[in-house]
Every structure is written in structure tokens, then in C-alpha cells.
């Protein structure tokens, strides 16, 4: 089968011919026909810590192609969704578990297509999680730093969806596509001083902060904007949670496949959410797989709004 590899240290990644991966017992073998870009993709490879080889991609929509002789949940020729972060997803198969938190799945519904599918995995599950773990709901004043990328924009809707109150920080060029995800107030980091901004528009500070984007002394200069007993996420690793507890802010950084929801009933929601039009993935460009390493360099550049998607079946 083709699959974008990566063999030794430091390369890119290149389309190869490999062997097929056989399941096991309780594993599902998926004919990939999509596969999600996440940030994710090109940091583990990035790294250098993997073991070699490895394909890259993790989040798929596809099909069952076999099963192994324990597996009881799926059938064959059922599309499913998931993370395939041992086997990988920019390849024609690729293996999951039947049930993992490290590695979710479910099945695709009908009216759910193969590019939104596998664009919603990763990128889906970590805005959830990390609007759980804020508690957003009805009036929460949500700050979410980097509101226009995957995380972000699947943020910012699902947070609408429950009436929060969002301010989406993004590029000035991102202004149209912020407000309509949702956003309530937009402020642009290249043209102005988001923590003044904020500051001026909330003086009392505001409930929750989602930062996708700040490193550790940037997230400390926006948690001035946080009132006490606030909370604040970051995807990227950059809270100091003792920093933030002697200012009286509850802060994580969010693991997402050590979250509830990394889950079978996690990709539910998600899925309940599109069939049911209150979230709308937003797919920048779709690329084939020989494409692959060059939508990887694209979004280490950061200026996709939305998602890339690779197809491969």
C-alpha cells in the first residue's frame, strides 16, 4: 500500500510502498479515504523521538476493511472516524483499536461526509475538552487565542452554541471568518494590543481563556485579563499552573488523549453537532495524498484558517 513515511531523522516524509498492517485480535483494519492536517502531524515528526519508520497523519474517516477475531462494536464496509496515532492516517490503511481513549472512534453517520469526518477528530475533541474543563456555558465571557485555526474554530462555534460570550483573537485578515464562526468581539494581535483591547472592552476581566497559540510568558501577560477564579487552558503546554493558582486562576495544560473526551462518545457529540448544523467544519483546501508533506508545510506556516484535509481513497 502507499503511505507517506518517515525512515530517518530529520526527513520530511515521502510517499512509499510499505506492507499492509495486519489487525489484531481487537483491532479494526480501515481503508482510508480522507485524512485531517493537525499541527500535531508535523510536531511529533518534528521532534525527532518517534520510532522510525512511522506514517505520518492521525485523524481519519474511512472504512472497515476487516476485523479483527474479538471485535464486536463494527462491521465491515462501515464507515468510521478516528485518531490513528500508532499506525498513522496519510496512508490507503491504516489500524486502530476497537475501543481506546488514546485512540477513539465511532461510526460516521449518512449524513456526515468523508472530508468533514476526518477533519473533526483531533481538532474537535481538543476544543471540547478544553471548553469542558473551563466550564463554558450560558454567559461565560470566553477569550479564545487563535479562534480562526482548527482548535479555534471548532471553539468558538461549539462555545456559541451554548451562548457563551467570545472574543477571538486572530490576524486582522481573519476578521470575516471569526464573526461568522461566532465570535463576539474580534481583535487582531498584528494591528493592535489584545490584553489593552480586552482590558478596555472587559475591565472586570474575563471568565475563561483558550489559548492555542501563546507561549508561556505571552499566557502569563494574558492572564491579566482573567478575574480571579478564572481558568485558563492551553493546548500547547505553556501554563505555569502554580503561576496561576498564586493569582487565584485554575490553569491546565490540556492533554487531550487524557481527557473524557477522547472517546467513542466524544466523537458522538461532534457528530450530533454537524448533523444537526450547529457546527460547521470548515475545510480550507483538500490535497491529495502525494500532497501530503507539502499541506504539512502549509500548516506549520499557520495561515490556513480552518482545515486541511487529505484524500486518499
Request: zero cysteines; proline letters at 4%.
Amino acid at each position: 500500500m502507499k503511505a507517506v513515511v518517515v525512515e530517518h531523522r530529520g526527513e520530511a516524509g515521502s510517499l512509499k510502498e510499505i506492507a499492509m498492517p495486519q489487525p489484531g485480535e481487537r483491532e479494526i483494519l480501515v481503508r482510508v479515504v480522507a485524512a485531517g492536517v493537525n499541527p500535531i502531524d508535523w510536531k511529533s515528526r518534528d521532534r525527532g523521538d518517534r520510532p522510525l519508520p512511522f506514517v505520518l497523519g492521525q485523524d481519519f474517516a474511512g472504512v472497515v476493511s476487516a476485523l479483527g477475531a474479538r471485535v464486536s462494536k463494527y462491521r465491515e464496509g462501515e464507515r468510521i472516524l478516528g485518531i490513528a496515532r500508532t499506525h498513522g492516517a496519510y496512508a490507503e490503511y491504516t489500524i486502530v483499536p476497537e475501543e481506546s481513549q488514546y485512540e477513539p472512534v465511532a461510526k460516521i453517520p449518512d449524513g456526515v461526509g468523508d472530508a468533514d469526518a476526518a477533519a473533526l477528530p483531533t481538532a474537535g475533541l481538543t476544543a471540547l475538552a478544553g471548553l469542558e474543563w473551563l466550564r463554558v456555558g450560558q454567559g461565560t465571557t470566553l477569550l479564545v487565542n487563535g479562534a480562526t485555526g482548527g482548535v479555534g474554530g471548532f471553539a468558538v462555534q461549539i462555545a456559541h452554541d451554548r451562548a457563551a460570550r467570545i472574543i477571538g483573537v486572530a490576524h486582522s485578515g481573519s476578521e470575516a471568518f471569526a464573526r461568522d464562526l461566532g465570535v463576539d468581539q474580534f481583535v487582531a494581535y498584528d494591528t493592535e494590543d489584545v490584553v489593552a483591547a480586552v482590558k478596555a472592552a472587559h475591565p472586570a476581566g474575563v471568565d475563561a481563556v483558550l489559548d492555542l497559540v501563546s507561549d508561556a510568558e505571552g499566557l502569563k501577560r494574558i492572564a491579566g485579563l482573567v478575574h480571579a477564579g478564572g481558568r485558563v487552558v492551553s493546548t500547547i503546554g505553556a501554563t505555569d499552573a502554580d503561576w496561576f493558582a498564586a493569582r487565584k486562576i485554575d490553569a491546565v495544560n490540556l492533554v487531550v488523549f487524557k481527557t473524557l473526551q477522547s472517546s467513542h462518545a466524544g466523537l458522538r457529540t461532534l457528530l450530533e453537532l454537524v448533523e444537526g448544523q450547529r457546527l460547521r467544519v470548515a475545510i480550507a483546501e483538500e490535497r491529495p495524498l502525494s500532497e501530503a508533506v507539502e499541506a504539512l508545510d502549509e500548516s506549520k506556516r499557520g495561515s490556513v484558517n480552518g482545515k486541511i484535509v487529505i484524500t486518499v481513497g
